[in-house]
């Protein structure tokens, strides 16, 4: 019963009150249960206190077996418990190793997760995969931040409504940035919101509606406010080349 209290409570999110219960039944209740059984003995004619009962070879014989049974229950419930409290330190030791591990992550990193492509036109996909790639581009171009690659991320492509906060502890970064883009004629919408891994919350967001014309100053700047949060250190040339236009020519 210790067992089952200890292992399957937890499991379907019981109070732990009520497992303090259960262990604290348990132990009152089972040297009362040790006395009775010493105490009275099981005869056909139903309960009757041993001294009472019948000596023959036979009752006594099912009374030391009745008696070893009580005595085996009790060793094994003892020894369950122990195992339990074993069992529940070496889960917070475990978890406690897990904490000083997160504690390891670098606080300046972050990986950049596929944008989704909101346009009422999928073919525009490419147009939401640009943007994250060169995002993450400029990022990576920062020696005080680690970025993690375009490989490891692109795992989550079209599953960004649905990334949990493990899959987020799972890139072992301190901050994810997610967002969408949404192209209509010749203006386009870019939304991105950076999140803290490690607590699941938001640290900053943004939304930008502009000519297609202005997709590059887009990018640079959600890079810019990104390092701007990040509190990462940009030397001239670093600045330079995340403002850097890749091309003049839009249709390129």
């Known amino acids: 019963m210790v067992q089952v209290a200890t292992q399957v409570f937890p499991f379907f999110e019981i109070p732990n009150w009520a497992v303090r219960l259960v262990v604290l039944l348990i132990i009152i209740g ?4 040790l006395i ?11 309960f009757k206190r041993t001294e009472f009962a019948d000596e023959s070879a036979k009752k006594s014989s099912r009374k030391r077996v009745w008696l070893y049974v009580v005595i085996v229950a009790g060793a094994i419930s003892v020894s369950l418990f122990f195992l339990g409290r074993y069992t529940a330190s070496s889960k917070q030791s475990a978890s406690g190793n897990a904490a000083q591990s997160a504690n390891t992550i670098p606080e300046k990193s972050i990986a950049v997760l596929p944008f989704e492509n909101f346009s009422e036109d999928k073919a525009f996909a490419f147009l939401a995969d640009g943007v994250q790639n060169e995002i993450l581009t400029d990022l990576a171009k920062i020696a005080d931040l680690k970025v993690i690659s375009r ?9 960004r409504h649905v990334i949990s906060r493990r899959s987020r502890r799972r890139l072992k970064v301190a901050h994810v940035l997610e967002g969408s883009v949404q ?43 990104i390092a701007d949060q990040l509190q990462a250190k940009l030397s001239p040339k670093e600045k330079s080349a995340i403002n850097e236009r890749p091309t003049s020519d839009l249709a390129a």
């Open 183 to 225: 192209r209509s004629a010749n203006r386009v919408r870019v939304s991105a919101q950076l999140i803290d891994a490690r607590g699941d919350t938001h640290v900053w967001a943004e939304k930008y509606d502009r000519d297609l014309a202005d997709v590059f100053a887009i990018q640079s700047e959600i890079a810019q406010a």
């Open 151 to 159: 490989t490891s991320v692109m795992q989550y492509k079209n599953t």
């Open 30 to 33: 089972f040297p009362i249960a």
């Open 36 to 46: 009775l059984a010493w105490a009275f003995e099981l005869t056909p004619e139903g």
